[in-house]
């Protein structure tokens, strides 16, 4: 099995370039289905979960090219598609969910085994379904496969309980080819959902209130092909600046929306990081030891659950206690037992973890047990003193493309295994 070999302890310096955003263009991918013509999609990242998105799709009948070395995708779906998703790729990832969405819209049916993805909570699709409903199927949830059918969809108001952003790209879908007026209230305001919603209107539809909490749609009878350029990957930008910052370095990330990432960059600023904002660049200066803080996570513009992994070698190594504190999935601090074998001192209490900072983290093997702890655990070993090995990296390349090679271009010691 493949994996990272890493000599901790040498300050990354340089610049970065952000990849298309993962979870923007899982979504954009099931989406293209609605348009029942050319899609061309650009920006997209060549990384695991993308293509399985992409084998999901040509199972069902779209014709589909994608070119890696340009990031540009193009969709065919003015073809028959078959609505009931049977290939068990579906089951791997926790975006195959959308293709729930497309199918109810394009077909009034789908049907879909229950899907996978990183094992960080119990993540049920109860919001999906309810929506679905509201609007006017009929939805089952048997044996493990998922099933929805109506011939006669209708806009109707639906308050989400929590701001999924998964239910929101859903029922958007389902909405934008529905009759009538569909209002989701308290929907989730991430930037891959304004993304997903100028794609959409794109592609014809009608929309509005993409990136508050309160969705509007007009369904529309059709809608057709279109292309887009997918936004950059906020996470995976976020991660290179948590590297730049945890090895003392000088990094700039570019192609990246300063603003997507407030959250982290304040969060960097408080614990004593210099940060510089460009158009669409950052640029992280650490000297010295950086200050703990406290982080606690949120649905957007809160702190994403997405980067709350990545902060906690950081303030492993970070001066004082720090807290962070997960509000969004039940089970995301299974990469603590691997950090405490690189000498990291933290305590789980329920949802936070209480992180006691340590003066240097010792090189070590682990192993990743989901995409954000993966890429956490690689910065852990970029600013460990010594030799890491980081296994299962398999869950790494779901959501990053290239990233040794990335972190390598700005002076890490980091190579990839076969
Ligand atoms: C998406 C992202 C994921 C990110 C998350 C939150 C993709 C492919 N993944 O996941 O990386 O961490 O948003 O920003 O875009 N929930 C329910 N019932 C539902 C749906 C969700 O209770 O029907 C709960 C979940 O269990 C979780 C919370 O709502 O506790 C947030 O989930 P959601 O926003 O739906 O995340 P995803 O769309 O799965």
Known sequence: MSYYQVEGGFPLRGSVPTQGAKNSAVHLIAASLLAKSEVILENVPAIADVLKMIKILEKIGARVAFDQAKHTLTVDSSYPVNPHILDPTASELRASLSFMGALLSREKEMSIPFPGGCNIGNRPVDLHLKGFSVLGAKTSLEHGLITAKGSRLTGKRIYL???????????????????????????????????????????????????????????VPSLHGARHRVIPDRIEGGTYLIAGAI??????????????????????????????????????????RLKAVNIKTMPFPGFPTDLQNQMIPLLSLAEGTSVVTETVFENRFNLVGELRKMGANIQIEGQSVYIQGVE???????????LRAGASLVLAALAAKGHSEVHDIEHVERGYENMEEKLRASGAKIRRIF
């Open 161 to 219: 309980d929590y701001p999924s952003v998964g239910a929101t790209i859903n029922l958007t879908m389902v909405a934008a080819l529905a009759k009538g007026e569909t209002i989701i209230e308290n929907s989730a305001e991430e930037p891959e959902i304004v993304d997903f919603c100028n794609f959409l209107k794109k592609m014809g539809a009608k929309i509005k209130g993409a990136g508050t909490k309160r969705l509007v749609i007009k369904g």
């Open 360 to 370: 240097s983290l010792t090189g070590a093997k682990v192993a990743c047990t989901n």
């Open 247 to 288: 090895t003392g370095g000088e990094l700039t990330v570019r192609d990246i929306v300063p603003y997507h990432l407030e959250p982290l960059l304040v969060k960097l600023h408080e614990s004593g990081a210099e940060i510089n904002l460009a158009k669409n660049k950052v640029t992280i200066k650490v000297r010295g």
